[in-house]
């Protein structure tokens, strides 16, 4: 026995599979699925930056992460009251990946806010989240 659900081998990488511009109505979109996981990404461009970065004359990249409720094997209730623990990690982790790939001077006065949302959960949501929003970014512009 291997010890992975779904007869994976340990050297052996999940299928990745992008789908792009599957929301008309954001600037970039795609579905990402890694083996069975599931997340759409969507990029939407404002033309205006938060209060404390107009000074600098650069853009910003922030990024929002939920798992639909029935995303993982029993139902999760959505939050609410604003990103808890995890959620809030996943978030920062995302944001600060992008910005660490991003040329904020080209961006202008512009801010693009990515959103994950989690459709189905079986692993690798964050690394899936990560490179789902490049993609919905790149296509953005």
């Known amino acids: 026995m291997n010890g992975r659900t779904g007869g994976r081998r340990l050297d052996q990488i999940r299928s990745v599979i992008i789908e792009t511009d599957v929301a008309p109505y954001a600037e970039g979109s795609c579905i990402i ?6 997340v759409l990404c969507t990029a939407s461009v404002s033309t205006n930056v938060p209060p404390w970065r107009e000074a600098s004359g ?3 990249v922030t ?3 939920a798992m639909l409720p029935r995303a993982t094997h029993t139902r999760t209730r959505r939050e609410r009251s604003g990103a808890k623990g995890r959620t ?3 978030q920062r982790l995302i944001g600060r990946s992008l ?3 991003t040329d904020m001077k080209i961006l202008g ?3 693009v806010t990515v959103d994950c949302d989690v459709l189905h959960a ?3 949501t964050r690394t899936a989240s990560i490179t789902g929003a490049c993609v919905a970014v790149s296509l953005a512009f």
């Open 63 to 65: 990024a929002e992460y």
């Open 33 to 38: 699925s890694t083996g069975a996981t599931r």
């Open 109 to 111: 006065l512009h801010t």
């Open 58 to 60: 650069a853009g910003w």
């Open 99 to 101: 910005r660490s790939v």
């Open 88 to 90: 809030q990690e996943i």
């Open 122 to 124: 079986d692993g690798g």
